[in-house]
């Protein structure tokens, strides 16, 4: 908050060519984004789901994906077709 409140304080009687009000800004505004994923008593934290397991499979898809981006429409229709032809559940 104190960095938000000196970049708009800056920003209003700073001279106009300083970068320090519009770096206060940015720092303030990523760690006013970081304070929001905290754990709180009744939240967990946003990365809580993250288990090494699940890192390793996001690390190879992130790996992966500029290699399969010339497949992706086939892949989509694929999963879609999957999607249609799936068993059905007897109502």
């Excluded at 288990?51 to 086939?74: G, N, S, T």
């Amino acid at each position: 908050m104190v960095l938000l409140a000196a970049g708009v304080f800056g920003l209003l009687f700073a001279e106009p060519g300083s970068v320090w009000p519009a770096a206060c800004l940015r720092i303030g505004i990523v760690l006013a984004a970081l304070w929001t994923c905290f754990p709180t008593r009744t939240r967990p934290a946003a990365w809580a789901f993250l288990r090494p397991e699940r890192m390793f499979v996001l690390a190879l898809i992130l790996w992966f994906l500029p290699r399969l981006k010339p497949l992706l429409p086939a892949i989509a229709v694929v999963l879609l077709l999957l999607w249609f032809l799936r068993p059905r559940r007897r109502r």
